[in-house]
């Protein structure tokens, strides 16, 4: 203990004692005075005439006193009824408390959890697919809207939305140059609408007001969002796309090939594209992991500092582990009791793939690939590179490739190829392949799938059918376009080992946990069709994929 503090205790200690004279003065004063009070009552009453009639006065004005305040009391008493739980109005839970969010004397939103009687059973989302359909009491919404970098005025945006009873579940800051951009995921109450709360938040000062609605996926905190997409790109090179759309919303994400020198080329405006990348508006350019450029395109809003920052390292992740793929396998078994393997393909697979094109017809190369014979073997490296795609191939128990079947990213859409080698034909390969494609795309949030085949190909339009998908039929000068619409799909149920399974999640959002495919049950063949090898676009194979 400091030497000032062991001075001052006894200067504490001993003022009481210094004053305690004046308060006993005091007190022999009162009671003097009471007891020259008293006396002179009781002499008054006892020797004069109207002692008695004095007494009963003096009784009845206490009763009509004591009976004047309670009745006061009551009416306008100031202590909180019998009844009363504590519990506060709405409006004041919304802006502190459990269940709320205060702000700080600094203008900073503080979250507390919200209680189990404040949520209820109510107050839970929908989580149907895309539809961000809410049911209860409340529903949530993504908000993002810029606000000035100012003292208070994330303070007075927070105080707009709390005026509206609308809770602040997270927030997430962009800062920029004069002002901040600010995610925000809320909980209102059911029946406020969008343009109310964006009236709400423009009047407090914010611009650039985008808001959708939301589900229970976006009550994931960042970090674990953050952490989980990066798993997801560790382990699989084919989830990269996937893992921006879903770090970064609704976009489309391209691959540009390399010229001949290696050099990533030049941008639009000219320049050759900087080690680090470039952020132009609506644009980001990377360099691509599997050389190139890879390019992530939105029409709005421009893409932040911040999330330039997170794409960037998402994509150098991917760099510096180089292409991969899951190893998983599965059985397939055949009507006539023989089996095949069947796994994702990748690079190493290259010279198998090319001898199976040299054991199939021209006639099948060139369904396939809609272009000469001899191009075939040079789309190989592009389609196995599981930058630029996700291949499934089949194999026989003595290590001998007898098909590939390719999935393609189209923007909205997804493309579907196979190729099934001639002496394989008609066994029911080419429609187990589609089926484990078109749950890799349902995976992936694609909402619709298609194949470009031509009208002949009997094997190909009955492995589509075998699906039990709605099909659109279409012809675009002599070849045949079948369409099939994964969002109809039941959802599969959840795994036990998978807590963060993609039942119902939403169209164009990926999902939370890395895909491991092949290790389902196979189911039986579709139609005991075969599939002669469904053709796909000569641009699927010039460098351009992952379109969403």
């Not at 997430?172 to 109450?189: I, M, Y």
């Amino acid at each position: 203990m400091s030497r000032e503090m062991s001075d001052a205790l006894p200067a504490v200690q001993s003022a009481p004692v210094r004053h305690r004279w004046r308060r006993d003065v005091v007190e022999l004063a009162a009671l003097f005075t009471a007891v020259a009070a008293a006396d002179t009552v009781a002499h008054l009453i006892g020797h004069g005439p109207d002692g008695p009639g004095l007494l009963l006065v003096s009784a009845a004005v206490l009763l009509a006193t004591a009976g004047f305040h309670v009745w006061w009391a009551r009416r306008h008493g100031h202590a909180p009824p019998a009844a009363d739980t504590g519990a506060r109005p709405p409006a004041a839970r919304e802006r502190s408390g459990p269940g709320g969010d205060s702000v700080n004397p600094g203008g900073s939103p503080v979250r507390s959890t919200p209680t189990p009687e404040e949520s209820g059973p109510g107050s839970s989302t929908g989580n149907g697919p895309g539809a961000g359909a809410q049911s209860g009491a409340t529903a949530l919404w993504r908000m993002r809207a810029t606000v000035q970098d100012a003292p208070g005025s994330l303070a007075a945006l927070c105080a707009a939305l709390a005026h509206r009873e609308v809770d602040i579940l997270s927030l997430q800051t962009h800062p920029l140059t004069r002002s901040t951009v600010d995610e925000f995921l809320l909980r209102a109450p059911r029946g406020t609408t969008a343009a109310e709360v964006a009236a709400a938040v423009a009047g407090a000062g914010g611009t650039d007001i985008r808001i959708e609605r939301a589900d229970l996926h976006d009550l994931v905190d960042a970090p674990t969002r953050v952490l989980s997409l990066a798993t997801r790109t560790a382990l699989d090179a084919g989830e990269l796309p996937s893992a921006l759309r879903a770090l970064l919303g609704r976009c489309t994400v391209r691959t540009r090939s390399a010229p001949a020198d290696g050099n990533p080329g030049p941008v639009d405006g000219g320049t050759a594209l900087p080690v680090e990348g470039a952020l132009e508006g609506t644009v980001i350019r990377l360099p691509a992991p599997g050389g190139g450029t890879l390019v992530v395109e939105r029409p709005y809003p421009p893409f932040t500092p911040t999330e330039f920052a997170r794409a960037r390292a998402l994509v150098e992740l991917d760099t510096r582990l180089g292409p991969r793929v899951p190893r998983g396998q599965d059985v397939l078994p055949l009507p006539h009791g023989e089996a095949l393997t069947v796994r994702r393909a990748d690079l190493s697979d290259v010279d198998a793939a090319t001898a199976m094109h040299g054991r199939c017809s021209s006639g099948t190369l060139r369904t396939r690939y809609h272009g000469p014979v001899q191009d075939a073997d040079r789309y190989l490296h592009h389609l196995l590179n599981p930058h630029f795609g996700r291949t499934l191939v089949a194999r026989t128990a003595a290590g001998r490739t007898v098909a590939l079947g390719h999935l393609l990213w189209d923007g909205d859409e997804t493309e579907v190829a196979l190729l099934v080698e001639d002496e394989w034909q008609c066994r029911g390969i080419g429609g187990e392949l589609l089926r484990r494609l078109a749950d890799m795309a349902a995976d992936a949030g694609c909402a619709r799938l298609y194949a470009l085949t031509q009208p002949s190909n009997t094997g190909m339009i009955a492995a589509m059918r075998g699906l039990g998908l709605p099909l659109e039929h279409q012809r675009d000068e002599g070849a045949l376009i079948i369409t099939a619409r994964l969002d109809t799909r039941p959802a599969a149920p959840a795994s036990p080992a998978d807590p963060t399974s993609r039942q119902g999640s939403r169209p164009g959002t990926a999902p939370l946990s890395p895909a491991v495919h092949g290790t389902a049950p196979l189911g039986p063949a579709a139609h005991g069709a075969a599939s002669h090898g469904a053709a796909s676009h000569g641009a699927a194979s010039h460098g351009a994929a992952y379109v969403s």
